[in-house]
């Protein structure tokens, strides 16, 4: 196991020593804690992400991905360390933070009550979008996840790839400096899923925005980011860009499974506790 | 393979540069957009009464039980001194009272629906007050409140009852309902915040709602219970809330101008307070 505090020197064989240099960075995290209680959900996590990099966080349930979301997003307090996120601070300038990012969580967050219209009209309001704006960035943004023809049904009647584009397209209106996507394809159907990773990317060109996204899904890792964090048991085990991890392993023809076992000793199998399992089924059962 | 150089973290952690100031703003912009904030989430909860109002038809139903059957039986018997009024008048302003307080007191188990899904923690990762976030949802309720309002008074007045149709009262009234109704759904919020789960609140918000209802002026005279209950009651803002509705919804009351003061005072007192409580503990939700 790698220590984090005491990089060896900039040997290539150690991937996680690649913290992403390419300046300037939207998101840094310096070590990085968060307890409940005894336990010790993310441990000590170092790492930085450039500006309109796409960056992703893997691993099993329960490794400590979606703690550290909640922490960059503000929505839960570090026990320790500090993070900063388009270079406000999360603890300390919370307000500032969030006019600047936007957050796809990982279980449903469209209100299937409402169309999708009003579902991202509620949010042009709350991000303080001109109101004479409003309905033409909305319909945009409907267009743009390609759901212009169903902006007027009620979200309830979406099918679960749809719902995520709506989430999407509700997380990027305000046009943020950076984008959270915890988990944005778990439980879809391959098809689904490749849809939303192609509606993502051409985001990514559109608005040259940084992403974090969280997954346990080795090919979401592979073909969406640029580099990637192995998570196990709230540490970093690995980092680097898909093709350094797999040539620190092996070589070019190492699988992203590969290495995961590698840096974990495990497999991507194992983790998550009762209540996120059946977190993740509901929502896998609602989107499919 | 490029050559990357180590990044160590800085030394001192809080030396870090921020990157970008944002504008600043002024006290009067950002009580403007507090204010509009608060009104996008009143509006998007009438939205979605609009999509689906069959929630509205079905709580009709226990408020006009009670007139009918608890009144109408309490009526003959003549066993409650209602200070000269027949009891259904007497009652009809406490059963608004009450099928508002049953609404707004189950109205936390939508936190945490929400909370199982990801729309809690989406709201609170926007930049919005977290003030703002509570008071809509508490103002929503008050909406919600209003419909039975509309209801009670129509069935009150199939029932003879006679209603007091002074405009200012009827001001009064939709004041005190928003009121009651926003500061019964924050501490349905609150107890949500609190429990977190569904089996929990539930449990709870039965457990609650009888001794708010009864050790209440609602459907008898404070002055006929118990001493220690009596306390009780005058403590219970709902009692606040019936003594206002009684004096502003019927006909040919006396009203007591100081009374009605102590009345609106403590409800949006405690209101406020609740709201603030509330504020504070809604972040909670998404930890």
């Given at each position: 196991?790698?220590?984090?505090?005491?990089?060896?020197?900039?040997?290539?064989?150690?991937?996680?020593?690649?913290?992403?240099?390419?300046?300037?960075?939207?998101?840094?995290?310096?070590?990085?804690?968060?307890?409940?209680?005894?336990?010790?959900?993310?441990?000590?996590?170092?790492?930085?992400?450039?500006?309109?990099?796409?960056?992703?966080?893997?691993?099993?349930?329960?490794?400590?991905?979606?703690?550290?979301?909640?922490?960059?997003?503000?929505l839960?307090?570090?026990t320790?360390?500090?993070?900063?996120?388009?270079?406000?601070?999360?603890?300390?300038?919370?307000?500032?933070?969030?006019?600047?990012?936007?957050?796809?969580?990982?279980?449903?967050?469209?209100?299937?009550?409402?169309?999708?219209?009003?579902?991202?009209?509620?949010?042009?309001?709350?991000?303080?979008?001109?109101?004479?704006?409003q309905?033409?960035?909305?319909?945009?943004?409907?267009?743009?996840?390609?759901?212009?023809?169903?902006?007027?049904?009620l979200?309830?009647?979406?099918?679960?790839?749809?719902?995520?584009?709506?989430?999407?397209?509700?997380?990027?209106?305000h046009?943020?400096?950076?984008?959270?996507?915890?988990?944005?394809?778990?439980?879809?159907?391959?098809?689904?899923?490749?849809?939303?990773?192609?509606?993502?990317e051409a985001?990514?060109?559109?608005?040259?925005?940084?992403?974090?996204?969280?997954?346990?899904?080795?090919?979401?890792?592979?073909?969406?980011?640029?580099?990637?964090?192995?998570?196990?048991?709230?540490?970093?085990?690995?980092?680097?860009?898909?093709?350094?991890?797999?040539?620190s392993?092996?070589?070019?023809?190492?699988?992203?499974?590969?290495?995961f076992?590698?840096?974990?000793?495990?497999?991507?199998?194992?983790g998550?506790?009762?209540?996120?399992?059946?977190?993740?089924?509901?929502?896998?059962?609602r989107?499919? | 393979?490029?050559?990357?150089?180590?990044?160590?973290?800085?030394?001192?952690?809080?030396?870090v540069?921020?990157?970008?100031?944002?504008?600043?703003?002024?006290?009067?912009?950002?009580?403007?957009?507090?204010?509009?904030?608060?009104?996008?989430?009143?509006?998007?909860?009438?939205?979605?009464?609009?999509?689906?109002?069959?929630?509205?038809v079905?709580?009709?139903?226990q408020?006009?039980?009670?007139?009918?059957?608890?009144?109408?039986?309490?009526?003959?018997?003549?066993?409650?001194?209602?200070?000269g009024?027949?009891?259904?008048?007497?009652?009809?302003?406490?059963?608004?009272?009450?099928?508002?307080?049953?609404?707004?007191?189950?109205?936390?188990?939508?936190?945490?629906?929400?909370?199982?899904?990801?729309?809690?923690?989406?709201?609170?990762?926007?930049?919005?007050?977290?003030?703002?976030?509570?008071?809509?949802?508490?103002?929503?309720?008050?909406?919600?409140?209003?419909?039975?309002?509309?209801?009670?008074?129509?069935?009150?007045?199939?029932?003879?009852?006679?209603?007091?149709?002074?405009?200012?009262a009827?001001?009064?009234?939709?004041?005190?309902?928003m009121?009651?109704?926003?500061?019964?759904?924050?501490?349905?919020?609150?107890?949500?915040?609190?429990?977190?789960?569904?089996?929990?609140?539930?449990?709870?918000?039965?457990?609650?709602?009888?001794?708010?209802?009864?050790?209440?002026?609602?459907?008898?005279?404070?002055?006929?219970?118990?001493?220690?209950?009596?306390?009780?009651?005058?403590?219970?803002?709902?009692?606040?809330?019936?003594?206002?509705?009684?004096?502003?919804?019927?006909?040919?009351?006396?009203?007591?101008?100081?009374?009605?003061?102590?009345?609106?005072?403590?409800?949006?007192?405690?209101?406020i307070?609740?709201?603030?409580?509330?504020?504070?503990?809604?972040?909670?939700?998404?930890?």
């Amino acid at each position: 196991m790698q220590e984090q505090h005491a990089p060896a020197g900039g040997s290539n064989s150690s991937p996680w020593l690649n913290l992403g240099d390419s300046l300037p960075r939207s998101i840094e995290a310096y070590d990085l804690v968060k307890r409940f209680g005894d336990h010790v959900a993310v441990d000590h996590i170092t790492f930085t992400v450039g500006e309109g990099e796409v960056f992703g966080l893997l691993g099993p349930n329960g490794a400590g991905k979606s703690t550290i979301i909640k922490m960059l997003t503000t929505l839960l307090p570090p026990t320790s360390g500090r993070a900063l996120v388009a270079g406000y601070d999360v603890a300390r300038q919370p307000t500032a933070v969030r006019q600047l990012i936007g957050y796809v969580p990982q279980a449903i967050s469209a209100d299937g009550g409402l169309t999708g219209y009003e579902n991202l009209l509620v949010f042009a309001q709350l991000y303080d979008i001109p109101r004479a704006e409003q309905s033409k960035r909305v319909r945009e943004a409907l267009a743009f996840m390609g759901l212009q023809e169903a902006g007027d049904r009620l979200v309830r009647t979406y099918s679960g790839g749809m719902i995520r584009r709506l989430e999407v397209a509700q997380a990027a209106l305000h046009r943020p400096a950076v984008l959270f996507l915890d988990e944005p394809t778990v439980g879809l159907d391959p098809i689904a899923r490749k849809t939303v990773w192609e509606h993502l990317e051409a985001l990514r060109q559109r608005l040259r925005m940084t992403m974090l996204l969280t997954t346990h899904y080795m090919e979401e890792a592979d073909s969406l980011c640029q580099r990637v964090a192995i998570m196990h048991l709230g540490k970093i085990m690995g980092m680097g860009t898909p093709a350094e991890l797999k040539a620190s392993v092996g070589g070019p023809d190492t699988t992203l499974d590969e290495v995961f076992t590698h840096y974990t000793g495990n497999t991507l199998e194992t983790g998550g506790s009762y209540r996120e399992t059946a977190r993740t089924r509901r929502a896998a059962r609602r989107l499919g | 393979m490029k050559q990357h150089v180590p990044v160590a973290p800085p030394e001192d952690l809080a030396n870090v540069e921020t990157a970008r100031t944002l504008p600043r703003t002024s006290f009067f912009t950002a009580f403007a957009r507090f204010v509009k904030k608060t009104l996008t989430i009143v509006g998007l909860e009438i939205r979605k009464i609009r999509h689906d109002p069959t929630d509205l038809v079905t709580r009709a139903i226990q408020p006009m039980l009670w007139l009918l059957i608890f009144g109408e039986v309490f009526a003959h018997i003549r066993a409650i001194p209602t200070g000269g009024r027949s009891y259904l008048d007497f009652m009809a302003p406490g059963i608004l009272a009450q099928s508002v307080l049953f609404i707004a007191i189950f109205s936390g188990i939508a936190i945490i629906w929400e909370r199982d899904l990801g729309i809690v923690h989406k709201f609170l990762a926007s930049p919005t007050p977290r003030t703002a976030l509570v008071l809509g949802k508490a103002l929503a309720a008050g909406v919600r409140g209003l419909s039975q309002a509309i209801i009670i008074y129509v069935l009150a007045l199939v029932l003879g009852v006679r209603m007091n149709w002074d405009p200012l009262a009827l001001l009064g009234v939709f004041i005190i309902i928003m009121l009651g109704a926003a500061a019964f759904s924050t501490f349905s919020l609150i107890i949500a915040c609190l429990v977190k789960t569904r089996e929990r609140f539930m449990g709870i918000g039965q457990v609650l709602t009888m001794p708010l209802f009864f050790a209440s002026n609602a459907i008898y005279p404070v002055a006929i219970m118990p001493a220690w209950l009596q306390v009780i009651a005058r403590g219970n803002p709902l009692s606040y809330e019936v003594d206002a509705l009684r004096s502003m919804m019927l006909a040919n009351e006396s009203i007591n101008a100081a009374g009605l003061v102590i009345d609106f005072a403590v409800m949006f007192v405690v209101m406020i307070v609740l709201v603030l409580i509330g504020a504070r503990l809604y972040p909670r939700v998404a930890q």
